[in-house]
């Protein structure tokens, strides 16, 4: 567990970056405003101890990925520091574009799961839990409507999801990884 802080001025600073930089996106395939996901993996890294580095690295977590590459990465941390970097570009799967193969991408992430420090498996673990939990969530109100979202259909998703949970309970056991592998397995049953 990390020492207890307060959000504040340097917290507040990293929200209205995150807002700023995703302000046009939304989550695939719905009218929420992308900042949702943002918030939500934010909000689990502090109820899980995070400090206020992965917190807001929580908030940045797709920010170089999605929106700029080692540019905004080099932003991140200028304004942030080196810690608040090095754990947002341990969360992304690639900083080019257009993006390399899915399967390729996905496949060396789960891989560099074992190597990633504790605070990185925070904020990455955070990460897929709140996505698993929408997955779940909207395919409880579209069924499979859901994975055409994506671009690889269900069985690649459910693949991925699952060997994330089986790595992250590996690597980092504990009630977040117990999470990830309960959601993923909630989303195998509702789909099966």
């Known amino acids: 567990m990390a ?19 995703h302000s046009d996106q939304w989550r695939k395939g719905s009218d929420t405003p992308y900042v949702a996901h943002l918030l939500g993996v934010c909000g689990l890294v502090i109820e899980d101890g995070g400090s206020e580095d992965e917190a807001i690295a929580a908030l940045l977590h797709d920010a170089a990925e999605d929106q700029g590459g080692e540019t905004t990465l080099g932003e991140i941390e200028e304004k942030f520091g080196p810690d608040v970097r090095r754990i947002v570009a341990a969360c992304s799967d690639t900083f080019t574009m257009p993006k390399p193969p899915w399967r390729k991408r ?18 990455s673990l955070a990460d897929k839990v709140h996505n ?6 909207d395919f409880r109100a579209a069924g499979d409507e859901v994975f055409r979202r994506f671009s690889v259909d269900r069985d690649q998703t459910l693949w991925y999801y699952r060997s994330l949970a089986d790595e992250f309970a590996q690597k980092a056991p504990g009630p977040m990884a117990e999470e990830l592998t309960r959601v993923v397995d909630d989303l195998d049953q509702a789909v099966t």
């Open 132 to 137: 698993a939990r929408s997955i779940l969530f």
């Open 3 to 21: 020492e207890r802080w307060e959000p504040g001025e340097r917290f507040a600073k990293a929200l209205a970056y995150a807002v700023d930089k």
């Open 106 to 123: 996905k496949e060396d992430y789960i891989a560099a799961i074992p190597s990633k420090r504790d605070d990185e498996l925070r904020v």
